[in-house]
C-alpha cells in the first residue's frame, strides 16, 4: 500500500501561486497513475488533474485547465500541483490519489491510496 502525505497548502490572494507536493513512502509509485482531487465545504470532491505512470500523459478539469500543472519525480517519489491565478473558487482541501493502473483517470474509485490532504484558502 501506497502512503501519501500532501503538502504545499496555506492562505494566498487571488491571482496568486501555489506549489503543492504529494510524498509517497511505502512503494514506489512509477508504475502508479496520480491525481489530484479537492472538496470545497458542503461540497462533493472533484477531480483536479491526473497524470499517468511515465509523467507524458496528463488531463485536467476544464475549471483549472491552463493554470495548473499537474507533475512527478518517480525518483524522488512525488507528485506536484503548480497552482497559477488562483482564484477563490479553488479553495477547498486537497487531496493527493495513487491508482494502480498506472493510467490518467478522473473517476476517484480507480485511486486506491488518499493521503490525508492539505488546505488551500485563496482570499484577499
Known amino acids: 500500500q501506497v502512503q501519501l502525505v500532501e503538502s504545499g497548502g496555506g492562505l494566498v490572494q487571488p491571482g496568486g501561486s501555489l506549489r503543492l507536493s504529494c510524498a509517497a513512502s511505502g512503494r514506489t509509485i512509477s508504475t502508479y497513475g496520480m491525481g489530484w482531487f479537492r472538496q470545497a465545504p458542503g461540497l462533493e470532491r472533484e477531480f483536479v488533474a491526473c497524470?499517468?505512470?511515465?509523467?507524458?500523459?496528463?488531463y485536467y478539469a476544464n475549471s483549472v485547465k491552463g493554470r495548473f500543472t499537474i507533475s512527478r519525480d518517480n525518483h524522488k517519489n512525488t507528485v506536484y500541483l503548480q497552482m497559477n491565478s488562483l482564484k477563490p473558487e479553488d479553495t477547498a482541501v486537497y487531496y493527493c490519489?495513487?491508482?494502480?493502473?498506472?493510467?490518467?483517470?478522473?473517476?476517484?474509485?480507480?485511486?486506491?491510496?488518499w493521503g490525508q490532504g492539505t488546505q488551500v484558502t485563496v482570499s484577499s
Open positions: 497524470i499517468d505512470w511515465s509523467g507524458r500523459n496528463t
Open positions: 490519489a495513487a491508482n494502480a493502473l498506472g493510467a490518467t483517470t478522473t473517476r476517484s474509485r480507480d485511486f486506491t491510496s
